[in-house]
């Protein structure tokens, strides 16, 4: 067994794993020698990802699923998705997301909330759960949830990703406790040129990713195959659980 690269043989989950970081992550852990599953939300997209990703990689252990997390099943889909994956999963990382709910302050009401909460607490919070019985109560596993830049600067317009942002950090802190040995951590990208952009219009998307990259030190948004370094670092430090990794182009700074 290689001393670094600790990644080699392990199954690595990636909820979330059909787009974006996940996708990113699926790519490097493949990359660095894992056996890989990926999770969408549904089949058809976890199919259409699997073959991009074989095309990539023709070799890679890979293998896709439908896992729809939107409904209050949500316990009962992921122990399904588990079984699926074959019981023998070393690390979960969780980057499944829907749209961001970026509005007004008195456009929020119980009901805006409570679904925005839905993905962003309720899901994670089972992820914890589930993953506490499935994981091998080893610090070798892991594993890592995601937050956002918005948890640690305020933007007018986001008191609600704010809100749900720093409740990961703190679910994250706290299920590092509940699931020790094994090791709970979370990323904290910045912005990253993603399709969690999507219902944006292109034009409104280009200058918004044009603005940001003009005002942070990097000079750019975050690149799916960097941030995801931060998903790879997680899973293979042994040494880390609690931690807050951020990743977010200097945005801090400025
Ligand atoms: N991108 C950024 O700028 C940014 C910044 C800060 C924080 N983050 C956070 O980083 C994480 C990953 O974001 P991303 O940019 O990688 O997002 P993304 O590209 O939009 O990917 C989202 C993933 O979530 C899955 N998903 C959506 N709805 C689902 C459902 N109901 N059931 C199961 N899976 C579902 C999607 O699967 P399908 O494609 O199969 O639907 C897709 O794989 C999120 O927590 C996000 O808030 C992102």
């Known amino acids: 067994m290689s001393k ?7 199954h690595v989950l990636c909820i979330g794993g059909t787009k974006g970081l996940g996708r990113g992550t699926a790519e490097a852990s493949i990359e660095a020698g894992a ?3 990926i999770a969408g ?7 259409a990802a699997v073959a991009e990703i074989k095309a990539l990689y023709p070799s890679a252990a890979i293998a896709g699923f439908g896992c729809d997390l939107s409904q209050d099943t949500v316990e009962a889909d992921l122990e399904g998705l588990f079984d699926k994956a074959g019981g023998d999963v070393d690390h979960v990382v969780f980057t499944a ?3 961001l709910t970026i509005s007004g302050l008195q456009d ?3 009901d805006v909330i409570r679904r925005a909460g839905h993905m962003r607490q309720v899901v994670p919070m089972m992820v914890g759960k589930v993953a506490a ?7 070798e596993s892991s594993l890592t949830l995601s937050t956002g830049g918005i948890a640690d600067q305020p933007r007018a317009g986001w008191s609600l990703m704010a809100y749900v942002a720093n409740g990961i950090v703190a679910l994250t802190r706290n299920l590092a406790l509940d699931l020790a040995p094994v090791r709970v951590n979370a990323v904290e990208p910045g912005f990253v040129d993603t399709e969690l952009w999507k219902d944006l219009a292109p034009q409104a998307k280009a200058d918004m990713m044009q603005a940001i990259a003009d005002s942070v030190p990097t000079g750019a948004v975050g690149r799916v195959e960097d941030v995801a370094e931060a998903y790879v670092y997680l899973m293979k430090d042994r040494n880390a659980t ?4 951020k990743t977010r182009s200097g945005a ?3």
């Open 97 to 99: 997301a829907d749209a």
């Open 4 to 10: 670094y690269n600790k990644l080699a043989g392990k």
């Open 242 to 245: 609690g931690e807050i990794v």
């Open 133 to 139: 019985r499935r994981l091998p109560r080893s610090r």
């Open 108 to 110: 929020l009401t119980p």
């Open 35 to 37: 056996r890989v599953t």
């Open 41 to 47: 939300s549904s089949q058809r997209s976890a199919d």
């Open 252 to 254: 801090q700074l400025v």
